[in-house]
């Protein structure tokens, strides 16, 4: 997000100035110096959580300023080194993975330092990864906190190791939080739904009533970014219904909502015996024949649905329409039966067939030189009301 980028580029603005004025003064010489060089990664979010994603840009800025500081390590140059493995279909991120791949002098550096991080409640879990690129060995680095200190300790443990000195890092009392620089700017939630007068519940809380406008959206503004459960509640009769095993439930969604952000949401809500109604015709069809010379038409149709095991089920219907008769033929996964209808030509013809979880419908109506033939299936394993059967 802007203010994110915004904040990585001046932060990562500061450490360059802060090296190139170190190289200016002669303090540091990493670039020319004479001991081991190292590529270094950015380290990767765990936390399944974007909104930290800019920690990984911060931590790596702290490595390489503190790097440069410490001295005897030469910083090599990641583009470099990209574009040299590029040409030999290999990448660094992979290579520091997967340390086997590495062969003598294929990267260019002696080192590569990877690592990632996780949120342990307020703090970071922060581990850094040393691969020796000629044995492979990897050397792990991890400490817990939340603060610029808890990666300067890391990296003095990093170039004590590969120098035998340990430097000095860490600033007691001056360190600044690395997560106090995320962006905390409030969002906002925009609900449509079609429910009038429904309880809206923000994490368990209530904020308020919808419109009862699906076109006019209830607001909710100054959300804390990050992930938020959202429900509305109109009583016994409305919400959603669970398939295939028909639960009823009020309607409700987890919505994570970024800094400074609106976000549009869409209540699903509707009248259970409406839900029911859908789910109860898996199929339903009304169809006007022409006879042919021979005053013959024939028609097929297939659906299929889930009951509430789970199970698919597959119906199958055949009509054969003759001049003052019809004769169907109705199917549910193996089980057949026929019905043959007889009609005149001012008197439809109706008939049911019962094949266990589907009850078929068929009518038949004569019209002027047509035949107009209605064919329902309807699921016995539901009903209207049923929402309220255990009260």
Do not use: C
Request: no cysteine.
């Amino acid at each position: 997000m802007l203010y994110n980028d915004l904040m990585i580029r001046n932060y990562t603005a500061i450490t360059a100035k802060l090296f190139f004025l170190s190289l200016i003064l002669g303090i540091i010489s990493p670039l020319f110096a004479s001991g081991p060089r190292m590529a270094v990664l950015t380290p990767e979010n765990r936390t399944n959580d974007p909104r930290y994603d800019y920690v990984g840009a911060i931590i790596n800025g702290i490595v390489l300023y503190d790097l440069s500081t410490a001295g005897s390590v030469e910083i090599v140059d990641r583009s470099a080194l990209d574009d040299a493995l590029r040409e030999r279909e290999l990448s660094l991120s992979a290579l520091a993975i997967n340390p086997s791949k590495l062969s003598e002098g294929i990267v260019g550096a002696d080192y590569i330092l990877t690592g990632e991080y996780v949120l342990l409640g307020g703090d970071l879990r922060l581990t850094l990864k040393l691969v020796d690129t000629a044995t492979t060995r990897v050397i792990t680095f991890a400490d817990a906190g939340n603060t610029e200190n808890t990666v300067h300790g890391l990296v003095e443990g990093i170039v004590e190791r590969l120098t035998g000195r340990r430097p000095t890092l860490q600033e007691d009392g001056k360190s600044r939080s690395i997560l106090k620089l995320r962006d905390e700017t409030p969002g906002t939630i925009a609900l449509f739904s079609p429910l009038i007068d429904a309880k809206i519940l923000l994490d368990g809380n209530f904020i308020g009533y919808t419109t009862g406008d699906r076109r006019l959206p209830f607001v909710i503004d100054n959300v804390e970014p990050g992930p938020h459960e959202l429900s509305t509640d109109l009583g016994r009769d409305f919400g959603v219904v669970k398939t295939p095993e028909i639960v009823f439930a009020p309607w409700k969604e987890t919505v994570l909502v970024p800094a400074g952000k609106r976000v549009t949401v869409t209540d699903k809500s509707s009248h259970f015996n409406e839900q029911i109604y859908h789910l109860q015709y898996p199929f339903s069809k009304t169809q006007t024949f022409v006879l042919d010379a021979s005053g013959r038409a024939k028609a097929e149709y297939s659906f299929d649905f889930q009951d509430r095991g789970g199970n698919k089920k597959k119906g199958r219907i055949q009509v054969d329409i003759h001049s003052g008769s019809v004769t169907a033929n109705f199917q549910l996964d193996d089980e057949r039966k026929q019905v043959d209808l007889s009609f005149s030509k001012d008197q439809e013809s109706l008939a049911e067939i019962d094949l266990g979880l589907i009850v078929y419908t068929i009518t038949a109506e004569p019209l002027s030189g047509k035949v107009r033939i209605t064919v329902d299936a309807r699921r016995t394993d539901i009903e209207q009301g049923m929402h309220r059967q255990n009260e």
